[in-house]
């Protein structure tokens, strides 16, 4: 069974920087579709970003946009997320997200549920 690996969560000041790291476990995994999710205590995971391998796009929250980047390897399986300007309302459990079914060029799936793989999440804690 794959899985995915996250790396690169901690504590940092409000205003600071943070690089997540996610990877799957065996190389020979690829995806349509991977990305991150957010969960903060007593809320529902929400989407965060994902990049549509199949037609290159990404996609953004509207409340990390121009503060976060998700970027990715060539080979599918591993992706990254450089949260740069980090407020006090982006911590949260962050959890990594494979899709490994077809996904159109241009479709971002947004649901957690469009997601087959899941890693085990990774503490992002930002202080005021």
């Known amino acids: 069974q794959v899985q995915l690996v996250e790396s690169g969560g901690g504590l940092v000041q409000a205003g600071g920087s943070l690089r997540l790291s996610c990877a799957a476990s065996?190389?020979?995994?690829?995806?349509?579709?991977m990305g991150w999710f957010r969960q903060a205590p007593g809320k529902e995971r929400e989407f965060v970003a994902v990049?549509?391998?199949?037609?290159?796009?990404?996609h953004y929250a509207d409340s990390v946009k121009g503060r976060f980047s998700i970027s990715g390897g060539v080979a599918k399986n591993t992706v990254y997320l450089q949260m740069n300007n980090l407020k006090p309302e982006d911590t949260a459990v962050y959890y990594c997200?494979?899709?490994?079914?077809?996904?159109?060029?241009?479709?971002?799936?947004?649901?957690?549920?469009?997601?087959?793989?899941w890693g085990q999440g990774t503490q992002v804690t930002v202080s005021s």
């Open positions: 997200a494979a899709r490994s079914t077809y996904v159109s060029r241009s479709y971002i799936p947004p649901s957690p549920r469009e997601y087959d793989y």
């Open positions: 065996e190389r020979t995994f690829s995806s349509y579709a």
């Open positions: 990049r549509n391998w199949n037609g290159g796009t990404t």
